[in-house]
């Protein structure tokens, strides 16, 4: 169960858009309709903002998309925002019928 | 609205044992699959186990099978972990989530706001 790799960190500007990226194997992305997408404000509870890939749950901004190719899935935010800075956690149900989660993306608006 | 709270948390030895509870409102319990995750201290999420909304499927991280079990009472709205032979590396704020349908494969549509389990000397 080794963690799905995404970057340390990424950053942009208000009004920009940034992707990141959450890299697995075909046993976990790869081979899963099940990725999902958290955004997690440091002291609060982590919230979903992508699920099954490229859903997004009501009340999310249609700002947030998923997408997925080969064993790389990704987290598109467009039109970033101040409040959109926050940790980013991917995460993917696997070939063993466990979950495991990406190390997490620092997002920064600068 | 939903709500999940945890409690149970708290500062244990190493290889002693430690029961988290989550009181489950605001929806219908067994409607959905549960699971906990966990943060250590300056870590990123893990996800810790899983269950179906039957208890018929149940799901461990290798770093706790073993020694962790997942349960559930959905008369009473509730979802316990039962952790024992802890390990410092066990020390994390663990979180209850739902999951989005009666499985364990979705996503983890709603969190609680976690409950610090510190394992130490």
């Known amino acids: ?45 982590p919230k979903l903002m992508i699920y099954d890939v490229t859903k997004r749950p009501s009340g999310v901004s249609d700002r947030f ?5 080969g064993n790389t899935a990704s987290l598109t935010i467009s039109g970033l925002q101040a409040e959109d800075e926050a940790d980013y956690y991917c995460s993917s149900y696997t070939s063993s019928s466990t979950w495991v989660f990406g190390g997490g993306t620092k997002l920064t608006v600068l | 609205e939903e709500q999940l709270v945890e409690s149970g948390g708290g500062l244990v030895q190493p290889g002693r044992s430690l029961r988290l509870s989550c009181a489950a409102s605001g929806f219908t319990f ?29 799901g461990y991280a290798d770093s706790v099978k073993g020694r962790f079990t997942i349960s559930r009472d959905n008369a ?21 989530a739902r999951g989005r349908g009666d499985s364990i494969r979705r996503g983890f549509d709603s969190w609680g706001q976690g409950t610090l389990v510190t394992v130490s000397s």
């Open chain 1, 65 to 69: 998309s998923g997408s997925k190719s």
């Open chain 2, 76 to 96: 009473k709205n509730s979802l316990f972990l039962q952790m024992n032979s802890l390990k410092t590396e066990d020390m994390a704020l663990y979180y209850c």
């Open chain 2, 30 to 58: 067994d409607d959905h699959g549960m699971h906990w995750v966990r943060q250590a201290p300056g870590k990123g999420l893990e996800w810790v186990s899983g269950i179906s909304w039957n208890s018929g499927t149940t």
């Open chain 1, 1 to 45: 169960q080794s963690a799905l790799t995404q970057p340390a960190s990424v950053s942009g500007s208000p009004g920009q858009s940034i992707t990141i990226s959450c890299t697995g194997t075909s046993s976990d992305v790869g081979g899963s309709n099940y990725v999902s997408w958290y955004q997690h404000h440091p002291g609060k509870a």
